[in-house]
């Protein structure tokens, strides 16, 4: 071995040992357990992934390139702490991490930068830096007054074993048939199809029972049997393969997740506590605000009400109140969703549907407004109207967490090409009732497909503040900070348009537009925002707003009492790409029919496609 081998050896050694020695170290003192919440409502949630945030330490880049999006690229800990400025300075009141388990470190090409292929629940991933690291980022964001979510999966480990299938002791991927072309099934011994009896083991002779589960051993790949010990026990997996039929609902819960991620066995008693005592760990150890909580509708729900109660409950015996935890249901009936809000369960859900209705659906396809109210009326029907025992003190029905963008789509700008559009979307997300969530890069103009094309570096230039889409989101989470109807108010429709295109109504077409009040402690705020696309009318003209291009077609009924001035308090002086008026609000005109419906004032707002307005008394603005 020549001098050069000898010291590549030495440092693979010695990096190794790193590795492991970060993974192991004793955990930190437990902290002070402290409370930053006081209404879920009034947070603006920032989700990022700790991998492509930012780097900001050098010293645990291994295994790092940044020409491949399904590679580590090395963002971390301390580059969350280094960027606190830029996040304040949006003005979102909480961020939401990534998982930070101990992960496979490489599976089929792909490494484990997301967090979601988790190996030891109880280490920390050692490309993120150390568990005093992440204490120290939960300690530097609340001393901002930033709160911290914890990304956490309870359905799944990574690929952590195969089925041998054929009983030879490797993994393999064999063909099995006559011979005929018909005949043949390719079985891969890391991810077979789903079998309801579990997975069978199979020669040529045929069927020769349950398949043995074999643990895979890489210590380069971080391929090892599961941490804490207990979780080595093959009964606490269903080990019946991979889903291959997302409508059966027996699978969709029982089924390995494409890709070899070993499904737990969530209704197994001995799981669902030692599952529970892993996360609450975390919880009671770094002090976290709250958990979002992957994979949600692939677990039964009596796993979420054992969960879910015994999580309220310990956080109650820490002192720690208003433990948000919120789930993943990505599915777009809205029904499926809200059936995780019932009592016992989580706070919240992702709302799904409203993301294809609304922000896929009408802004960027101009459907009809009039599909919002719709899915309002379902909401009331499918989501809890009471809080849950011991939680945030909000029913799910208020508490909803709205989105655009996230990891697991593409970004709105990917197959929409207009960044008016998403403007446009965020006026509507941060103003409409519910928690506003922000996928990282969105208030940059990102614009990736399917993942990992999603999941692109913020480091590297992205930290702009100058852009028109982060200029126009700051003075929007402002605005919804300065007045609370925009974040705890009621939520009435006062128009929306059953129009998709309509030249014939001529310059007063309403198409796109939608009207709202938001209501609290006797204070009104009225939205008004066009989806419109000015590409689809004649009407409109980028370069010339004429006081014409906008609707609605006649007055709409408000609360405001007659003689009522409204100011827009986001198209100031300094407003950025928005249609301006001529006067500088509106007043209200009286309602003859008011003793009939209760609506005192009639007004009429002109507002340009792809554009919003936020209406407040003038008597209400500082």
Not at 198 to 214: D, K, W, Y
Not at 218 to 236: L, S
Request: one cysteine or more.
């Amino acid at each position: 071995m020549d001098v050069r081998s000898y010291r590549t050896v030495k440092l693979v050694i010695a990096l190794c040992g790193l590795v492991m020695l970060t993974g192991c170290l004793a955990d930190p003192p437990a902290p002070e357990i402290t409370n930053h919440v006081d209404d879920w409502r009034d947070e603006v949630i920032y989700q990022l992934l700790t991998d492509r945030f930012n780097d900001g330490d050098a010293n645990n880049n291994y295994n790092v390139d940044r020409n491949a999006l399904g590679q580590y690229h090395g963002g971390d800990f301390q580059g969350i702490i280094d960027r606190l400025d830029y996040i304040e300075a949006l003005g979102v009141t909480t961020i939401w991490i990534s998982p930070v388990v101990k992960n496979v470190e490489e599976d089929a090409g792909f490494s484990g930068y997301h967090g979601y292929w988790t190996q030891d629940f109880l280490s920390i991933n050692p490309h993120f830096g150390s568990k005093a690291k992440l204490r120290e980022l939960v300690e530097r964001c609340h001393d901002r007054n930033i709160k911290v979510i914890l990304d956490i999966v309870a359905n799944h480990v990574g690929q952590l074993f195969y089925y041998d299938i054929n009983q030879n002791g490797k993994p393999d991927v064999a063909i099995y048939g006559s011979g005929t072309t018909s005949d043949l099934q390719r079985v891969t011994e890391y991810d077979p199809d789903y079998d309801p009896r579990g997975i069978q083991s199979f020669t040529s002779l045929g069927e020769a029972g349950p398949a043995p589960v074999r643990w895979n051993y890489d210590p380069y790949t971080n391929h090892a049997p599961p941490m804490p010990v207990e979780f080595q026990n093959v009964t606490w997996f269903n080990r019946m393969g991979r889903v291959t039929d997302w409508n059966n609902a027996e699978q969709v819960v029982k089924g390995d997740f494409p890709g070899g991620l070993k499904d737990l066995d969530t209704s197994n008693p001995e799981v669902q506590k030692r599952l529970t005592e892993v996360f609450i760990y975390w919880m009671e150890n770094f002090n976290l605000d709250g958990f979002r909580i992957d994979t949600l509708k692939h677990v039964e729900h009596e796993f979420w009400q054992y969960f879910c109660p015994a999580v309220r409950q310990r956080a109650a015996e820490l002192g720690k109140t208003n433990f948000f935890m919120f789930g993943e249901a990505f599915d777009g009936d809205d029904e499926l969703l809200g059936s995780y809000t019932v009592p016992n369960e989580v706070d919240s859900v992702f709302y799904f549907s409203q993301k294809f209705w609304v922000f896929d659906g009408i802004f960027k396809y101009n459907d009809p407004t009039k599909n919002m109210e719709e899915l309002l009326e379902m909401r009331k029907r499918n989501y809890g109207d009471q809080p849950q025992p011991g939680g945030i003190g909000i029913a799910p029905q208020q508490s909803l967490v709205n989105f655009i963008d996230n990891h697991d789509l593409p970004r709105f700008l990917y197959d929409k090409q207009d960044t008016r559009a998403l403007r446009s979307a965020l006026s509507f997300l941060l103003t409409t009732d519910g928690v506003p969530c922000i996928y990282y890069g969105t208030e940059q103009d990102f614009s990736g497909g399917n993942d990992p094309a999603n999941r692109e570096d913020l480091f590297g230039g992205g930290f702009q503040t100058s852009g028109l889409t982060f200029i126009h989101t700051q003075k929007l989470i402002s605005i919804r900070k300065q007045y609370a109807p925009l974040r705890r108010g009621d939520f009435s429709f006062r128009w929306t348009s059953e129009r998709r295109t309509d030249p014939a109504a001529g310059v007063m077409s309403d198409m796109g537009v939608v009207a709202f009040e938001r209501s609290y402690e006797g204070k009104s705020v009225l939205v008004v925002v066009n989806a419109a696309d000015p590409s689809d009318t004649h009407l409109f003209s980028h370069t010339a707003y004429q006081e014409t291009a906008g609707g609605p077609v006649s007055q709409m009924k408000v609360s405001f009492a007659p003689n009522t001035r409204l100011i827009d308090v986001l198209n100031d002086g300094n407003a950025v790409d928005q249609f301006q008026d001529n006067e500088p609000g509106y007043t209200v005109e009286p309602n003859p029919t008011a003793a009939d419906d209760g609506m005192p004032g009639l007004v009429t707002v002109k507002v340009c496609r792809r554009c919003a307005k936020i209406l407040v008394p003038q008597t209400d603005i500082p």
